[in-house]
């Protein structure tokens, strides 16, 4: 972005990384991916790179609001430096904290998860699937992310990134609005389970891989870790990819 | 005239005590903190009429839908009948609306009748499903003796309640067949006209039956609604402001605290002036107090029906936390406050409080934050909202969060990631296979 703007030039849209996007090894992946849709469709995109920070997100969820809120302050002071107007994240969590919880505190912008943007491309007309791998017959179960979901009533734009594909989808009986959490949200991530009988992400892979999936599809990091987790713990890896939104519409356009 | 003046000092005496103790529950609720949920009415009135009045989100359990259904609309409906009782009570008549009413009058009565039917059928099934079949819901830690009793008290008064109702039809019709004084012809009577056979004959037995079913339906009406502000069953009044006040924004936003705002807006520029914030005290809830209103009204609206923890991923993977449990929690401490209040004035501590007396740290920590609670409550009861303010309280009051999440804490300070990553490689993403992309 500052390379940008040394140039005098502005992007279309700011593609917010987040931390796990920025740091996570899986995560990366889809972070490059997500570029690499961006530039297949041609929109004129920046990253914050080193000026990014942390939303606040998992502080704000722990209960930490100080934290959070100089946090927000911190990158409303960045994000309006550079006078940015429409965002896509690549995490439901980024997504909801700076749609949701920054305009009370001055941050007003135009915010769309990364699904989003795929179903818009889509309906654009800008974005197929096609000159890449085929998805044809394979089974594809999405798996809600809660920010997403619930948290935000997004539904059908993940879900559209799947449909153009003639894979087989196939719904979870905990789909949408009864989709079951990972585990992972408000900031589980961060921290060991507290005591019970079971991990939930084993509870939730094991509802997703009763349908005998070939790909569980999720738009969240950290659902993709605790997915994967869970495919890990049942050996079913080399059967089962847990994959995201953006990974899956890359492969099909043959961007990888 | 002697039981029209009885009939009077009933009513009046149900009404006085129900008023009293209603009271009693606003006052409680009146204790929490201010919440301005007066924005936006016709969108609100919009939710209240979808959700409390058309049951909308009872539907996702289709079973224990219809069968609410025919309570719901049995008790709706069959009030209508209670206002001729209390007419034909106060001044002596006997179905006063039937000749003003005529045909239409059948009609009511006929379809009271069949919602009776219904409504003993639904909580026939409703005493099955909790004592028989024993739906996994409706046990749980925090169901112990009272709430258990709770629930199936109210379901024996509907069964009691809705079979003197049709007894008393049914003696009615067979007095009106006899062509007995005092019993002129009114009224159809599908479903208790099939009780006729199990009648006696004689006349004055018949009277008995009927005068004494009527007293015990209107006495038992009356013990009803006194007995509500003690028992889960308040929800049939609460559920629809509850619904009003209902959070309109979308899930995932949790509040932005105004306090907290100001500190930290004064922090980044030392000559900000603060707005003045309404809520001083404490950050987060430790207690009764520090909740908001709204928390309250959602705790006394709470029916116990288990559908927020019978969803809850925590409490599915046999962690401690129930977020029905919190709700009840909020309310006995809540009704705890107020009593002690009421007895030795406004400040009174007992040295309990919600977080702990109650409440366990362990179950707070549970939460993931995914709203599976919120989205399953058939009323909007948010037991979320007081999860968070709980986990405020313990972090920004007394830095008492988990070592694993103080340790993200600090990463997030220093590093502006939750993980111990140098800012400075945020880009590292581009490199792939050891290229820069």
Known sequence: MAEMAAKGESPEILFWVGCAGSFDERAQKITRDICRILEHVGLKYAVLGTEESCTGDPAKRAGNEFLFQMQAMANIQTLDAYSIRKIVTGCPHCFNTIKNEYPSLGGNYDVIHHSQLIQQLIDEGKLKAEGGESFKGKRITFHDPCYLGRGNNVYEAPRAALEILDAELVEMKRCRSNGLCCGAGGAQMFKEPEKGNKDINIERIEEALSLEPNIVASSCPFCMTMLSDGVKNFNKEQEVKVLDIAEITAKANGLI | ?437
């Open chain 2, 1 to 437: 005239m002697l039981l029209q003046a009885l009939f009077l000092i009933l009513t009046i005496t149900a009404i006085a005590l129900f008023s009293f103790n209603a009271r009693k529950i606003i006052r409680n609720i009146r204790l929490g903190r201010p919440a301005d949920r007066s924005d936006r009415p016709a969108e609100r009135l919009m939710v209240m009429l979808r959700v409390a009045f058309g049951q909308t989100k009872m539907t996702k359990r289709p079973l224990a839908f219809i069968l609410h259904l025919f309570v719901y609309l049995g008790f709706v409906i069959i009030n209508l009948e209670v206002l001729e009782i209390i007419i034909d009570g106060l001044f002596g008549t006997h179905r006063i609306f039937a000749s003003p009413l005529g045909g239409l009058y059948n009609i009511l009565i006929a379809s009271f009748e069949v919602l009776a039917a219904l409504v003993l059928i639904g909580v026939i099934v409703f005493l099955a499903r909790r004592n028989i079949v024993k739906v996994g819901r409706f046990s749980g830690v925090e169901m112990t003796k009272w709430p258990r009793s709770d629930a199936n008290i109210i379901l024996i008064a509907e069964v009691l309640l809705m079979t003197a109702f049709l007894t008393m039809n049914a003696a009615d019709q067979k007095l009106q067949l006899m062509g007995a004084a005092g019993y002129p012809v009114a009224g159809s009577f599908p479903v208790s006209g099939l009780l006729l056979p199990l009648l006696p004959d004689s006349e004055t037995t018949l009277v008995a039956i009927e005068r004494g079913c009527w007293w015990f339906h209107i006495i038992g009406i009356f013990a009803f609604l006194n007995y509500l502000p003690y028992s889960k069953h308040l929800h049939i009044i609460l559920a629809f402001p509850n619904t009003y006040f209902s959070n309109l924004q979308p899930k995932g936003e949790f509040t932005n605290m105004p306090v907290v705002t100001n500190e930290v807006k004064a922090m980044l520029d030392p000559s900000f002036t603060p707005e003045p914030v309404a809520d001083g005290g404490r950050f987060g809830a430790k207690d009764i107090k520090d909740l908001t209103w709204k928390n309250l009204l959602d705790a006394y609206t709470c029916t116990e029906c288990g559908r927020c923890t019978s969803v809850c991923p925590a409490n599915i993977t046999g962690k401690l936390l129930s977020p029905r449990k919190i709700m009840m929690d909020t309310r006995d401490r809540a009704t705890e406050v107020g009593d002690l209040a009421g007895k030795h004035g406004k400040d009174h501590d007992d040295g309990k409080t919600l977080l702990d007396n109650y409440i366990s740290r362990e179950e707070i920590w549970a939460c993931t934050t995914c709203n599976a609670c919120t989205e399953a409550c058939p009323v909007n009861i948010d037991p979320l909202a007081i999860i968070v303010e709980l986990r405020r309280y313990a972090v920004m009051e007394e830095s008492q969060a988990p070592a694993s999440l103080n340790n993200m804490f600090g990463n997030v300070e220093n590093n502006g990631a939750p993980w111990k990553y140098s800012p400075a490689d945020r880009i590292n993403w581009r490199v792939e296979n050891g290229e820069w992309k």
